[in-house]
């Protein structure tokens, strides 16, 4: 099958990418030719994107709608595969193409104008549609500008809403949870186009990790504000025991963590290493308690949580999203209320104090995501939703 991938970047970055790579990889080694329209890239192990897609198709992004209708003719896809969108005009080339799109809404993009699915003055998640509330007061107004400083811009919150509606023609939409189907419900996506496909990470072949004295904890994911890094160095500055704490990612937030965690006085616990290659996470995994994921936006899925259950270790993580359908409290990890620092610390203390019962949290954890998350069955799935939209455009003979 000729399934033609469309991502605004190119190169790893973040939890997306990671899933685009390997999902790529798999099906490539299944024997389907692949190609990726894209964005500009991440200078962030590209050469490994080169070798799973050596037909790439640049979408321009003062010309995008023409860049993916010459993509599409390039390459003559039988099913297009869109994770996220480099512009409106991607999305339209993609909606009047007679190639059947599915799409995989990885985070809050699609539905709100801050992405985040929180109001400027908060954190708090968000329980609304996209409406004009999304622009005042939410403060979908307020923008990210390149280079991380802010200010004021108008929103294309009608671009956002014609975005929307030309999803809802999409053969399929997939997501990661019960909780991000619900916000496509919420969003007017009709129910019979979304499915359920948490994105799992490829199984890790490491031995559990010996949960030693050494109290090493592990974060890894972007340092923004949604996921909660600030608030995990409070919360560590809380903790009693004695620890380490490893913290793996970019983002616009790392200088100010970094220069909170001084504040904090945790600077000589607390290492900033930055995006490293996966080999030496899964090293730190080895060596590690447990591992924390301090979200605060409501994730879609969360799925460096599943790596660290697959690695063997405990998981500390806050109730929002989609997280609470696979850490399971007390059962292979422990969940905290929104926002808790206090009782996220209690958590921590709790398992780094009681090693047993750390270990019997990582064990069931490596068992649940061995019994209910294999990366096979992810890809067998994803497969058939592919061949199955192309075996019905052959039947309804559309070229």
């Known amino acids: ?100 799109t599915v799409r995989m809404v990885h985070d809050h993009r699609l539905f709100c104008l801050r992405g985040c699915k929180y109001p400027v003055w908060s954190r708090r998640p968000c329980p609304r549609a996209l409406s004009p509330f999304c622009l005042f007061p939410c403060g979908g107004l307020l923008q990210r500008a390149p280079g991380g400083s802010r200010k004021f811009q108008l929103a294309g919150y009608l671009a956002k809403k014609r975005e929307l509606e030309l999803h809802r023609g999409f053969r399929r939409l997939l997501v990661a949870s019960e909780y991000m189907r619900a916000e496509l419900l919420r969003n007017g996506i009709p129910a019979e186009r979304i499915e359920i496909h948490p994105p799992v990470p490829p199984a890790a072949a490491a031995p559990a990790p010996d949960f030693g004295p050494r109290n090493l904890i592990v974060f890894a994911g972007q340092l923004v504000r949604g996921k909660g890094v600030d608030v995990l160095l409070e919360a560590l500055a809380l903790v009693e025991a004695p620890f380490e704490c490893v913290i793996f990612g970019d983002g616009h937030q790392r200088a100010e963590c970094e220069a909170l965690s001084r504040r904090l006085g945790l600077a000589g616990r607390v290492e900033f290493r930055g995006y490293r290659p996966q080999a030496e996470l899964a090293d730190c995994y080895r060596a590690a308690s447990l591992a924390v994921v301090s979200s605060v936006w409501p994730e879609p899925f969360g799925a460096t949580g599943l790596e660290a259950m697959r690695c063997g270790l405990p998981v500390v993580a806050f109730n929002v999203g989609g997280i609470s359908e696979w850490l399971l409290d007390f059962e292979n990890g422990l969940l905290v209320p929104w926002m808790d620092r206090a009782l996220f610390a209690q958590s921590i203390d709790l398992l780094l104090a009681d090693k047993a019962l750390a270990r019997h949290l990582g064990a069931r954890g490596r068992q649940l995501a061995s019994e209910r998350f294999d990366f096979a069955r992810y890809v067998d799935r994803l497969e058939a939703v592919f061949l199955r939209l192309a075996e019905r455009r052959v039947s309804e003979g559309v070229a």
């Open 1 to 100: 099958m000729k399934l033609l991938f469309v991502h605004d970047r190119f190169g790893a970055q973040a939890g997306a990418e990671s899933n685009l790579y390997h999902t790529a990889a798999a099906l490539q080694r299944r024997g389907h030719q692949l190609a990726l329209a894209h964005g500009p890239g991440t200078g962030k192990a590209e050469e490994d994107w080169e070798k799973v897609f050596p037909e790439r198709l640049r979408i321009l992004a003062e010309n995008s709608s023409s860049s993916m209708d010459a993509a599409l003719d390039a390459f003559l896809p039988e099913v297009v595969y869109l994770h996220n969108a480099p512009d409106l005009g991607v999305v339209e080339g993609l909606a009047k193409s007679a190639v059947p």
